[in-house]
């Protein structure tokens, strides 16, 4: 059987990686949602969400180089 979802550690997961990506923290958004997703394998909101902030961090390393 599969573990039980830690349904708070997930949301709050979600809610402190959303807050770091609004601010342009998009290493500390990545890590959030990586810790979500540690809780939550299979969550697709959080899946999409830590793909958006590489793809976000990556752009802005691209800029500062």
């Known amino acids: ?3 039980a979802v830690d349904a708070a550690a997930v949301k709050q997961a979600l809610t402190l990686g959303n807050f770091h990506f609004n601010r342009g923290e998009y290493a ?10 540690a809780a939550d ?3 697709t909101e959080l899946s999409s969400a830590v793909q958006r ?7 802005e390393d691209r800029v500062l180089q």
């Open 41 to 43: 394998r299979g969550n």
């Open 28 to 37: 500390d958004a990545i890590a959030e949602y990586e810790r979500g997703l």
């Open 53 to 59: 902030a590489r793809v976000a961090k990556q752009a």
């Open 1 to 3: 059987a599969r573990p």
